[in-house]
């Protein structure tokens, strides 16, 4: 019996530049134009205003480099498009060398290659590719990482993600595992304790925002419960989003297709390791979060880099 060759990064990346315009055709053929999401039509109309803010305030930089990208392309939709669909690509092709090189060779078996590119081709994700928004972008940086071994590099290449995502420092935590781990967890304790007032302060704050961007949203935010809701929602909803149970609460076609790429990544674990997908790292990222994301639209698009490059952090040797 023939022994069936995985495919090569080059193919993975040709076929996810594929289906991004492919993805990009349907959507506007069934209507989903480019001012389906309210940051792309901020970013087309408010972004020369921005830059010219940044200009007089450097340091306005940091979380709005999406703005400068705009004015850089011309405020051109077809080409930040172009820019998503290769950095979608690439993003793929990144992760599929680096899980081929740690681990998807590690074994005879093949399925858990098959289910893990599956994966790598969400939905949710080609749906953000082929719309004018900094999440590719984000993605595609801290995809990056993943192939950073060293600390100091990681580090340094958390600049350009600064430009894009200002708490984009906490995606460092993703690489923390034993003693490491342990002392980041209890250096929060101790933050915890001696910041105690401005800590919760600040999560009263962030608790009180309006996050509910989209409706059909329906998973339960706890708002109304005060501190109580926020530490509801830091246990709960990481669970419903590495479950992909959250579509139960709210069986939104925003969220199908972000529930079926958790579910898709809990079948991936499930056949490659024998375990569900999670990390204690990455479980701690999700709870802080849900502390300062109370829109759960909104948690998931932050939620969308950790879990993307998830698979790779499990199967890299410790």
Known sequence: MARITSPSANLIAFISLCASILFLALERAVGIGIDFHPDSTTYLTNSGAVVDAIRYDPLLLFNHGYYVVTVMLGFSPTLLITLNIVLFAATNRILYADYMKH?????SKRLHIAF???????????????HVLKDTIVVFLVAYLVTKTKWTSRIVW??????????????????????????????????????????????????????????????????????????????????LMLSGLFVVLSPSPLLVPIAISSVIMQIWALNATKKLAFTLSAFGLLMILAALAPGFASYQRYCLPILTILPNLIVRPS
Do not use: K
Request: charged content about 10%; proline content about 3%; aromatic content about 22%.
């Open 158 to 239: 958390l600049s350009p993600i600064f430009v894009f995502r200002i708490f984009s420092v906490l995606y460092l935590v993703l690489f923390a595992r034993g003693r490491l781990l342990y002392f980041l967890v209890f250096c929060s304790f101790l933050a915890s304790i001696f910041f105690s007032n401005l800590i919760l302060a600040n999560l009263a704050d962030f608790n009180s925002a309006q996050m509910n961007f989209r409706e059909g949203v329906a998973v339960p935010s706890f708002q109304n419960l005060g501190f109580i809701g926020i530490f509801l929602r830091m246990f709960i909803w990481p669970l």
């Open 103 to 107: 681990f998807g060779r590690r074994t």
């Open 116 to 130: 893990y590119i599956v994966f790598l081709f969400s939905l949710y994700r080609l749906h953000l590719s082929v």
